[in-house]
């Protein structure tokens, strides 16, 4: 079975400043999809980026970039310029291709310092 | 578009009673929708899928005769909890995938809003 794990519970980063997410996962698979999801207060889940696994590119979404290692399965958030509604649960997520199962990571509290 | 509804939003019930809560996608027909759980602080746990015109697919430990799934249209699934016990108490989320490839290049799920559920 699939496996994510996000080994930070929290983080905080000065606002403007960049900060980095991360997240490794287990699988035995070769075509897979990554993402990153956003819950704010609100906890309504927001896809932020994602990650298909069989491109080496790493994905970006304005202030949003992926750092994706496939052979280390590692796959970590930079958010850059960082804003207080970036404040949120971050969870990361993966899913096998064809398969539309998502398995979750236990999630990172973002918090923006002002 | 690509919005999907959960109604209600929260919900307070005796012990004992059953709970409906609704999974709508407003824009875009999903054969398939799922269903999570989250307990507080904690990750979204899928709790079953949901397949339009046949019988959902729960996953390990998650009792299908407490929790009944209903699919019957391209745009709504229901979740009910039956006699519901404090500790069902938990927020509900549900998503909904787009298959036509319209909206995402991709089967991506579209989730809800959620349903948080108090049980006295």
């Not at chain 1, 991360?22 to 698979?29: G, Q």
């Not at chain 2, 824009?27 to 015109?53: C, H, I, V």
Request: net charge negative.
């Amino acid at each position: 079975a699939q496996t994510v794990t996000q080994s930070q519970p929290e983080m905080s980063v000065q606002e403007a400043e960049t900060v980095t997410l991360s997240c490794t996962y287990d699988t035995s698979e070769s075509d897979y999809y990554l993402f990153w999801y956003k819950q704010p207060p609100s906890r309504q889940m927001i896809l932020v980026i994602r990650q298909e696994a069989y491109k080496q590119q790493n994905a970006t979404e304005n202030r949003f970039s992926v750092n994706f290692q496939k052979a280390a399965k590692s796959f970590s958030l930079k958010i850059s310029d960082s804003q207080l509604g970036d404040a949120a649960m971050y969870f990361c997520a993966y899913t096998n291709f064809g398969n539309e199962k998502l398995t979750f990571g236990t999630g990172t509290r973002l918090t923006i310092i002002p | 578009g690509a919005v999907v509804s959960q109604h209600p939003s929260w919900v307070i019930c005796k012990s004992g009673t059953s709970v409906k809560i609704e999974c709508r996608s407003l824009d875009f027909q999903a054969t398939t929708m799922f269903w999570y759980r989250q307990f507080p602080k904690q990750s979204l746990m899928l709790m079953a899928t949901s397949n339009e015109g046949s019988k959902a697919t729960y996953e390990q430990g998650v009792e299908k005769d407490k929790f009944l799934i209903n699919h019957a249209s391209l745009t709504l699934s229901t979740l009910t909890v039956t006699s519901a016990h404090p500790e069902d108490s938990s927020f509900y989320i549900c998503s909904a995938e787009d298959l036509s490839g319209v909206l995402s290049s991709y089967n991506e799920q579209f989730f809800g809003p959620g349903t948080r559920l108090t049980v006295l």
